[in-house]
């Protein structure tokens, strides 16, 4: 089953989803593979992929900043996309969330996964669970 977008010309053609029961935690100020990770064979080396993170996390003391990455077979193509902490205390709790879109042009399964560093090196970042990804293939016409 497709949808089309209204107006656009484009097609969802598929999606996958995937719940992460497993979390993270680092100190590391480089980018280090998370659990959450999911697999998509596009239909078209046309189609876009648009890649969805959410995640609750945690940091140990004021100021901790959480950068986030999408890797598609172990290479970063999204660049950071962060987050900092900017209230006081310690042991501050906030979700974040990532949105990237991406021309794999490939027919070929493709995983996408997402790292995380610590921004600031202050603490420790860590989450209970690893959030959810969700990949939509879009068609490219």
């Not at 979390?23 to 959450?36: C, D, I, K, L, V």
Request: overall charge neutral; proline content about 3%; glycine content about 12%.
């Amino acid at each position: 089953m497709s949808v089309s977008l209204y107006g656009s010309g484009q097609t969802v053609l598929q999606v996958v989803n995937a719940n992460i029961p497993t979390g993270f935690s680092t100190t590391a100020n480089t980018p280090t593979a998370t659990t959450a990770t999911a697999t998509i064979t596009p239909q078209s080396t046309t189609s876009k992929i648009l890649v969805l993170y959410t995640c609750i996390w945690n940091g140990s003391a004021n100021g901790t900043g959480l950068t986030l990455a999408v890797y598609r077979g172990g290479s970063s193509v999204s660049g950071d996309i962060g987050g900092q902490y900017t209230g006081t205390g310690s042991s501050l709790t906030t979700g974040q969330a990532l949105t990237y879109l991406d021309s794999p042009s490939t027919t070929s399964a493709t995983t996408y996964t997402i790292y995380a560093r610590n921004s600031t090196a202050t603490g420790t970042v860590s989450t209970t669970n690893a959030g959810t990804i969700t990949l939509i293939e879009i068609s490219g016409s």
